[in-house]
């Protein structure tokens, strides 16, 4: 069975998930997501949570490998965390509904992600 090249290293990273839901703030989640990836703030290749919910052993062990899993969920049904928790872990959650977004009221936009990115960044960032 093959791969995906999204499977991240085993090593010692920080991986950020999304829940990537269907609602506007899953999407927000998932742009937050591939930002911090782009910017250099979490690995730059991707771990696929599908992979993770399918069980799918790669995937599991990329999420046990990494230094930091962060979760960034839409909202408070937090699917990204509880899948990640499913494996064993505990996640550094974010919920972007506590942040401020409302479900079903949040246009996602550029500066909206760029704001949030540089939240998260922050509060996750080494001491």
Do not use: W
């Not at 998932?30 to 990836?37: G, P, V």
């Not at 599908?50 to 699917?79: N, R, S």
């Amino acid at each position: 069975m093959s791969t995906c090249s999204c499977q991240a290293p085993a090593s010692s990273t920080r991986i950020a998930y999304a829940c990537a839901g269907c609602a506007d703030v899953g999407a927000v989640a998932d742009s937050i997501s591939r930002k911090l990836r782009q910017d250099g703030f979490a690995t730059p290749k991707a771990s696929c949570l599908a992979g993770i919910g399918a069980g799918l052993q790669p995937f599991i062990d990329a999420a046990k490998a990494a230094g930091t899993v962060i979760t960034i969920d839409g909202c408070e049904t937090a699917c990204a965390r509880k899948m990640i928790e499913n494996i064993g872990l505990t996640p550094e959650a974010v919920i972007l509904t506590q942040m401020g977004l409302e479900k079903g009221k949040t246009t996602p936009t550029p500066d909206l992600c760029d704001n949030l990115c540089k939240a998260i960044a922050t509060r996750f960032a080494a001491p």
